[in-house]
């Protein structure tokens, strides 16, 4: 099954009234077992990469793996970047092989955190 696009995976599942798992993986142990799953379940999957774990493995060479991985799959696999500091970082993951990217833009101070936390809802 090719990688397919995460957005039309997305809403080929709401149409249909259904979901679509997302399972984090922080290193490539988790890899393999998800995969696995998915294929075992006859599910597609998502394959979240958060940013925040790049400092404790290769990106570029996790990157390729989980590209082949989602290549092989029998089961359709979109490629997540979660969590993404900036857009141009955004940009070189998508070069990459990410399909679906989430970028955290807002940076609250301590004081404008004060002031969302006690806000009437």
């Known amino acids: 099954m090719p990688l397919v696009i995460m957005?039309?995976?997305?809403?080929?599942?709401?149409?249909?009234?259904?979901?679509?798992g997302?399972?984090?993986?922080?290193?490539?142990?988790?890899?393999?077992?998800?995969?696995?799953?998915?294929?075992?379940?006859?599910?597609?999957?998502?394959?979240?990469?958060?940013?925040?774990?790049?400092?404790?493995?290769?990106?570029?060479?996790?990157m390729s793996a989980v590209v082949i991985a989602a290549q092989r799959a029998a089961m359709p696999v979109a490629i997540h970047l979660d969590h993404g500091t900036n857009p141009d970082a955004a940009a070189k993951f998508i070069r990459l092989g990410c399909n679906g990217v989430k970028v955290d833009a807002f940076h609250p101070s301590l004081g404008e955190r004060a002031l969302i936390s006690t806000a009437p809802s």
């Open 22 to 62: 997302a399972f984090g993986l922080p290193s490539l142990d988790f890899l393999k077992a998800i995969v696995a799953a998915a294929e075992s379940a006859h599910a597609p999957v998502i394959l979240p990469l958060a940013e925040s774990h790049f400092g404790y493995f290769d990106f570029e060479l996790t």
């Open 7 to 20: 957005n039309d995976m997305l809403h080929h599942a709401s149409r249909n009234g259904c979901a679509v």
